[in-house]
């Protein structure tokens, strides 16, 4: 895991609790030091090699979970002003690196399946979301002013 993190950005390394019944795992609680409010819980999913993003939120805070497959979250730091201003943060989690991330408002988000089956994210976001007023701000995934190009690196 990255040690150089966005400004705000938390990531919380999540524990696995396998049985002869199943597994669990906690994403978020209560008494959890990532918790700020309780706005909504939704999933979202993204077929192998669809990159959804860039955008980002203005109120909401995000903290997201992948609980099937594989993604890669990219985070770009647009906020003048930020210490962390122009920096980049590239996460590979899901399946075989359980993580929650929180991401911070202005903070431009993405993902991208990396898995060969379809991902599913689990999304608790601080804010419900507002069918009149969304407090989404997108780009385009490709064409943009954002440092990241999102082909894979092979190598």
């Not at 991208?112 to 507002?130: D, F, G, L, Q, R």
Request: proline share 7%; glycine share 6%.
């Amino acid at each position: 895991m990255e040690k150089n993190y966005i400004e705000g950005v938390k990531v919380k390394r999540l524990r696995m609790l396998p049985d002869e019944r199943g597994r669990l795992m906690e994403i978020l609680r209560c008494d959890d030091e990532l918790f700020k409010q309780f706005g909504q819980v939704y999933m979202t999913t993204a077929y192998p090699g669809v990159v959804k993003g860039w955008h980002y939120h203005k109120t909401q805070t995000d903290t997201m979970a992948v609980v099937h497959g594989m993604m890669k979250l990219v985070l770009y730091d647009s906020r003048e002003g930020s210490p962390t201003y122009n920096m980049v943060n590239e996460f590979f989690f899901g399946e075989h690196n359980p993580l929650v991330i929180q991401i911070p408002p202005f903070v431009f988000h993405g993902f991208k399946a990396i898995s060969e089956c379809e991902a599913i994210v689990i999304n608790i976001p601080t804010e419900p979301y507002n069918y009149k007023h969304p407090d989404e701000f997108r780009v385009h995934p490709h064409q943009n002013d954002i440092p990241y190009d999102w082909d894979r690196k092979d190598g």
